[in-house]
């Protein structure tokens, strides 16, 4: 069956602009979660969709950060006003059942803003 | 405080050496979950293992293993007979009860096996 998938795989920016970030989890899958993945690190927790609603935004770094899965489905990441500092892969994943079921990871999106 | 901590950054090994990556977590937690990640040079990661705070025993899946012990707050995994196509970064993560369904991750360790 089909993986996670994520698009775009590249997004190059200039500063100051808007950019969406597109995710499409495992079918069936309950559990969506977004990371964010810099340079030589390992991935930092962003957001939990459980179904529809955000059940845990605590690792958005601040209100630029917004993301929405309206159908419980596909979900959305987006930025405003993006920095330089924004630029890393970001990563999503989907899970059967939330808590601590393994999550299934898509290939990323790497944004640069430059 | 960093709640998983992978101390070795890089490693470099021969093909068929064996080898162990460790990982250190730290949680106040009494239910709990740990998990191994690769992560290939294509960037997507590949789910390995969970092992729950309650179990203990050893685990062995072809030639990878894992070695959890609650008394050091550890669960290291091992590769016997390394081959090239081990070659990735390895990562170890948390997930606690507490804190709901996020994934703390580790560094990560890159681990090179040269033929």
């Known amino acids: 069956g089909a993986g996670v998938s994520q698009t775009p795989s590249n997004k190059v920016t200039e500063k100051g602009k808007y950019v969406e970030l597109r995710c499409d989890p495992i079918?069936?899958?309950?559990?969506l979660y977004w990371y964010r993945q810099s340079l030589g690190q390992g991935p930092e927790f962003l957001i939990y969709f459980q179904g529809t609603g955000a059940a845990d935004d605590s690792g958005l770094p601040n209100d630029r950060f917004f993301a929405v899965r309206p159908e419980g489905s596909v979900s959305t990441l987006k930025i405003q006003r993006t920095e330089r500092g924004d630029s890393a892969v970001y990563l999503c994943?989907?899970?059967?059942?939330?808590?601590?079921?393994?999550?299934?990871f898509g290939p990323g999106t790497r944004l640069t803003v430059l | 405080a960093q709640k998983v901590t992978q101390a070795q950054t890089e490693i470099s090994v021969v093909e068929k050496e064996d080898v162990t990556l460790d990982c250190v977590y730290e949680?106040?937690?009494?239910?709990?979950?740990l998990f191994w990640y690769k992560q290939p040079p294509s960037g997507e990661l590949v789910f390995l293992i969970r092992?729950?705070?309650?179990?203990?025993q050893n685990e062995i899946s072809g030639r990878y293993s894992w070695n959890f012990q609650k008394s050091t707050s550890s669960f290291n995994f091992t590769i016997t007979a390394s081959q090239v196509v081990d070659s990735a970064v390895y990562f170890c993560?948390?997930?606690?009860?507490?804190?709901?369904?996020?994934?703390?991750f580790g560094t990560g360790t890159s681990l090179t096996v040269i033929p």
């Open positions: 079918s069936g899958h309950t559990a």
């Open positions: 993560a948390l997930s606690e009860s507490i804190t709901g369904n996020q994934f703390y």
């Open positions: 949680t106040r937690d009494t239910t709990y979950y």
């Open positions: 092992r729950n705070s309650f179990d203990e």
């Open positions: 994943a989907s899970s059967l059942f939330p808590s601590y079921n393994e999550q299934f």
